[in-house]
């Protein structure tokens, strides 16, 4: 059983919508208010368990899913019920949210000390059909307006930590879709927004700048080897995702990189790593230290469901 605690506020967040929560003691688990079809979405993903290689299911590269959270309760997978305190967490949040579900997820930054986060909204299709006529027409303009509907895909949001960073020319007009706090340059949605075909490469290259160009070398070689195995997977698979995202996360802090090579990265910055969240303190320690230098997931599945393809 997985010992909640009290949650706090989440410290890294790309994008979304704001009160994510991450558990206090260990940060190893990440909480975000959802509807009942994310919440379906990961039990229907989590059944799938056949003996395929990893990285070839879509469980594979979404965070680990431990249940879900309403107020006062919290409810396992198995429809098993713990009684858990979560007044406090409510707080705070509008009584509208009161029927509303947390789901509780492997928090997919805890194990880097600066992490680097980049949340890129999938699709041209921005929309199902449950929405109303003039959200359905809100996100079509938003679609036509923006490099999803030219390139298919959107930054909808980055935090990158400041190893001196140098600013693209190309960049500084977007200066009030970014803020500098805490040596973290946080780009908001309208910065994702308004970049087109002249400045998204350079958008992309900025998170991409880890500040040393071996590092980088590796970094990118590594995510386009998941990017492919991602691409297989969701081909394979009978999903219609609409508005979901790839979340990219690396190590910025450059002395968490300074024992790796050529010989020994592929096996310190596994394809695919899943931390489970461990409630066997001796084990807390090691995981901290043994964490990837970077990840890629599927995240954001509240307008994602099993379809058969034809
Ligand atoms: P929203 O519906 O608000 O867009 P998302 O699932 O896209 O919800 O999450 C919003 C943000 O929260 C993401 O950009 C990412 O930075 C962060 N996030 C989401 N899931 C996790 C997770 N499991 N671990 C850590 N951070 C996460
Ligand atoms: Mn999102």
């Avoid at 449950?130 to 036509?144: A, G, Y």
């Avoid at 307006?145 to 990158?160: A, L, V, Y």
Wanted: charged residues 25%.
């Amino acid at each position: 059983m997985i010992d909640l605690g009290s949650l706090v506020p989440s410290k890294h967040q790309a994008a979304g919508h704001d009160g994510c929560l991450i558990s206090e003691d260990s940060s190893s688990v990440f909480a975000k208010l959802t509807n009942q079809q994310e919440i379906d979405f990961y039990l229907e993903s989590q059944s799938i368990n056949d003996d395929s290689p990893i990285g070839s299911v879509l469980s594979d590269w979404m965070p680990i899913f431990y249940g879900t959270l309403t107020q006062g309760t919290r409810e396992k997978p198995s429809n098993e019920t713990i009684v858990m305190k979560t007044d406090e967490v409510v707080e705070g949040e509008s009584r509208n949210d009161d029927d509303k579900q947390y789901i509780v997820l492997q928090n997919l930054y805890y194990t880097f000390s600066k992490p680097n986060i980049l949340d890129i909204k999938l699709g041209s299709k921005l929309t199902d059909n449950t929405v109303t006529p003039e959200k359905e027409e809100r996100l079509r303009q938003v679609s036509r307006s923006t490099t999803s509907g030219s390139h298919g895909f959107r930054i909808c949001g980055m935090k990158i930590y400041d190893n001196n960073i140098k600013f693209p020319s190309k960049l500084e007009s977007l200066s009030d879709t970014f803020t500098l706090t805490d040596s973290y340059y946080q780009f908001d949605k309208f910065f994702g927004r308004s970049l087109n075909e002249s400045n998204i490469v350079e958008a992309i290259d900025l998170y991409f700048n880890v500040g040393n160009l071996s590092y980088q070398r590796k970094l990118l070689t590594r995510f386009l080897q998941r990017l492919q195995l991602i691409y297989n997977t969701l081909i394979d698979s009978e999903v219609r995702i609409i508005s979901g995202s790839l979340l990219f996360i690396y190590e910025a802090d450059l002395s968490k990189w300074s024992h790796v090579n050529d010989v020994n990265y592929e096996e310190l910055d596994p394809l695919v790593s899943k931390n489970e969240a461990n409630d066997d303190d001796s084990d807390d320690d090691e995981n901290d230290e043994n964490g990837p230098l970077s990840s890629l997931n599927l995240i954001d599945f509240a307008h994602a469901k099993y379809e058969l393809k034809i």
